[in-house]
């Protein structure tokens, strides 16, 4: 059964973003006929950043995407669900490529400021056909307040769409950034099977956009694991249209501080509500490492028992067996003295100078709760990290044992 978490910012869940439209409809490439292509416009160009999968295998829209955003300029992202377009070989790189141009050239503009991308099933040919016969009434749909439809579109198994939006003060002029994303599973740390996208009215230069976002994304969707596997898929891409009409923010400065600060808000959100939709997760599990000698340190740590799986299935089971923390902090490739290390399970103290404390027997109901923060001192300095993930249930095997059948 899938967790009741309580979505944050849920007043936000159809946001407005100046100067952005948006559309969404089946154009039959899920055998569902739920909603499968969407669209998202910028009326202006926008100053554009982008990070993409690590795995050396990419799918053929992000090899296309990362040929474009050397330019930092896009003004359109068209997004397909139930599709991958991943080892396609040639004709998948083309069918990308005739899907960003026909794109282009509806809603009239060079094809070299639309991006594409595509979430599904990886090695199936991709139904250009549909997709280039949806584009015109795609376009015709776009609307400023269809956001909501865009989130729903790019969905596989998750299981409710996820949207984060906030709003900033420039200057005595309030602007928004708003993120949608998708994401429940083969989600891996260095980017997750997952789609990302942010966009903003605030006016920004490109290098304080890229800087702010890699930031963001380093901070949040590289903490990030459900289950080890990382997608041919991932990507997160961002636009800023200046629509707000402030003096661009430039690095250095204070206003790209709390706008930086914003920014990697709405990601970390985002990531968290991935955390809390893994497939057949009924935990969503914060995992913060603090007292490490070095930030990297901090983060080895935290990923080592985010990706445990004896530590995920303990959390399901609700069984609070803190040796399976202790173990995966000794694997995680860090320097660390067991003597020193302190394990607290929601506030509660289980662990203390590396033994078991006094409470630790009497723990059982300790992990009843849907939100889970697994804290660890490792009392050896002062960087600290945390790692989102969700708990390994016997519902995930299913959803990923019959997956393509």
């Not at 250009?128 to 729903?152: E, F, T």
């Not at 955390?275 to 057949?280: L, V």
């Not at 399976?324 to 860090?334: D, K, Q, T």
Request: proline share 4%; aromatic share 6%.
């Amino acid at each position: 059964m899938k967790p009741k978490f309580q979505i944050p910012n849920s007043k936000f869940q159809n946001p407005q973003v100046p100067g952005f439209k948006f559309a969404a409809l089946s154009a039959g490439i899920k055998k569902t006929k739920k909603k499968d292509l969407a669209l998202i416009f910028s009326e202006t160009k926008a100053n554009t950043a982008g990070f993409f999968t690590t795995n050396k295998i990419k799918a053929a829209p992000v090899r296309l995407d990362i040929s474009k955003i050397s330019s930092g300029r896009g003004q359109a992202i068209i997004i397909n669900s139930g599709n991958a377009n991943a080892c396609t070989g040639h004709q998948g790189l083309k069918d990308a490529k005739e899907t960003a141009d026909s794109a282009a050239k509806e809603l009239g503009i060079s094809p070299l400021l639309v991006y594409a991308a595509s979430t599904g099933i990886i090695g199936h040919p991709l139904p250009i056909q549909k997709i280039k016969s949806s584009i015109p009434v795609l376009v015709k749909r776009l609307s400023y307040n269809s956001l909501g439809d865009v989130a729903s579109a790019i969905m596989t198994t998750d299981t409710f769409p996820k949207i984060f939006s906030k709003k900033i003060d420039i200057g005595g002029k309030k602007g928004t950034i708003a993120g949608m994303a998708k994401g429940a599973g083969m989600i891996c740390p260095n980017m997750a099977t997952m789609l990302c996208f942010i966009l903003t009215d605030v006016s920004i230069g490109h290098d304080a956009l890229n800087a702010a976002l890699k930031n963001a994304v380093e901070n949040s969707f590289n903490r990030l694991a459900i289950d080890n596997d990382m997608s041919t898929n991932d990507t997160v891409l961002m636009m800023a249209n200046g629509a707000m009409k402030n003096n661009p923010i430039q690095k250095n400065t204070p206003f790209y501080h709390k706008f930086a600060n914003a920014l990697a808000d709405v990601a970390y959100n985002l990531s968290k509500m991935i955390a809390g939709d893994g497939e057949g997760a009924t935990k969503l599990i914060e995992v913060i490492v603090k007292g490490a000698r070095t930030e990297s340190d901090a983060v080895k740590a935290a990923k080592s028992i985010a990706n445990s799986l004896l530590v995920k299935t303990a959390i399901y089971g609700e069984d609070p067996n803190w040796g399976r923390i202790m173990a995966a902090i000794g694997y995680a490739g860090v320097d660390v003295k067991e003597e020193k290390i302190d394990i607290y399970l929601n506030n509660v103290k289980i662990v203390s100078r590396g033994m078991g404390a006094p409470q630790s027997s009497t723990l059982k109901g300790l992990l009843a709760k849907k939100e889970i923060t697994i804290l660890v001192d490792l009392g050896l300095g002062k960087k600290e990290a945390k790692v989102l993930t969700c708990d390994l249930t016997e519902e995930y095997v299913r959803i990923n044992a019959c997956y393509s059948t």
